[in-house]
Each structure stands twice: as structure tokens, then as C-alpha cells.
């Protein structure tokens, strides 16, 4: 019972925080938003499969395979972000 209401409080803070990094993407059209956008939905819905699933076991393949793709994602994003050349003043 308590861990189905925890793992409620994890998807709301994650897909919230998607919601943030999404409008802040929309705002200044930096990728790096987009990818913690993308992340933290991949992560939520992730946590929202795992609290529907009959007998969810934490240490299920499929769950650190979609956790790996979001933090994959991340980390290409901060190499990109940090890899480009800023633009010089005038």
C-alpha cells in the first residue's frame, strides 16, 4: 500500500519536472532541456509501468534498460552541450 503511493509521489515529481524542463525548452530552445524533459518522462512513465505491473521485481532487466536510456541520454546531452563552441563577442 505505502509503496504504491510512493512510487505515486515519484511519478508526479518526475513527470512535473519533465513539465518544467519542457517550458523552460520552449522558452530558450536549448537541447540540453530537452533531453532532462525527455528523461524524466522516459523515467516516470518508467516508475508508472512498474507501480501497474502485478508482481514488479526492482531488479527486472527491462527496468535498468529503460533507467539506462534515460541517463544515456542525459549524459549525450551534457557532452554535447559542453563539446560546442561558444560564440565570440564582438
Not at 519536472?17 to 536549448?30: K, L, N, P
Not at 554535447?80 to 560564440?87: E, G, I, Y
Amino acid at each position: 500500500m505505502i509503496v504504491g503511493f510512493l512510487l505515486g509521489v515519484i511519478v508526479t515529481g518526475s513527470l512535473t519536472a519533465a513539465g518544467f524542463f519542457w517550458r523552460f525548452y520552449r522558452q530558450t530552445r536549448d537541447s540540453l532541456f530537452l533531453a532532462f524533459a525527455a528523461a524524466f518522462a522516459i523515467e516516470g512513465i518508467n516508475r508508472m509501468a512498474f507501480l501497474l505491473i502485478d508482481k514488479p521485481s526492482e531488479g527486472s532487466p527491462i527496468i535498468y534498460l529503460v533507467r539506462l536510456v534515460a541517463f544515456l541520454l542525459l549524459l549525450g546531452a551534457i557532452v554535447a552541450k559542453n563539446r560546442r563552441v561558444p560564440a565570440r563577442k564582438k
